[in-house]
C-alpha cells in the first residue's frame, strides 16, 4: 500500500502515513479551506489500511492548532483507528501539546472518551 505524505502548508499539517511500518503522523496546523481536501484522503487510506494493518500502528498528533471542521474530521480519524484497536491490533495513539494549552489538552482527552481507545496525552 502506497504511503500518503503531503508537506505542512500554512494552513494544513504535515502527512507521513506509512503502511509499510504502521506510522502515522499529522503535525502543524489544520485550519483548511475545505476540510474534504485534506482529510478525505486521510479516511480512504485508513479504510485501507485498516483491512491489513501492521502487527503495530504508532500514531503521534502533533496539532498546534485545529478548527472546528478539523475537528469533526479528526473525530472521524479516530474512528476509524478504533477499527483498527478493536480488531485486537496494537494501536498506541499519542497526542502531544504544549502542557500550558488545556484547550489541547482537553480536546484530546474528550477524543480519548467518545471513541474509547486509549489515547496518551504528552503534554511538552
Not at 503502511?19 to 487510506?45: R, Y
Amino acid at each position: 500500500m502506497e504511503p500518503l505524505v503531503k508537506e505542512a502548508t500554512t494552513k494544513t499539517p504535515y502527512l507521513n502515513f506509512n503502511s509499510n511500518n504502521g506510522h502515522i503522523q499529522i503535525e502543524g496546523k489544520s485550519i483548511p479551506e475545505n476540510p474534504h481536501n485534506l482529510f478525505d484522503p486521510i479516511l480512504e487510506w485508513l479504510d485501507k489500511y485498516s483491512i491489513n494493518p501492521s502487527p503495530v500502528t504508532k500514531v503521534e498528533i502533533k496539532l498546534d492548532y485545529f478548527n472546528t471542521s478539523s475537528s469533526v474530521f479528526l473525530l472521524s480519524v479516530f474512528k476509524k483507528l478504533k477499527t483498527i484497536y478493536s480488531q485486537n491490533n496494537d494501536t498506541n495513539i499519542s497526542w502531544y501539546c504544549n502542557k500550558n494549552d488545556e484547550d489541547m489538552i482537553e480536546a484530546g482527552e474528550d477524543y480519548q472518551s467518545i471513541v474509547g481507545i486509549p489515547i496518551q496525552i504528552i503534554e511538552v
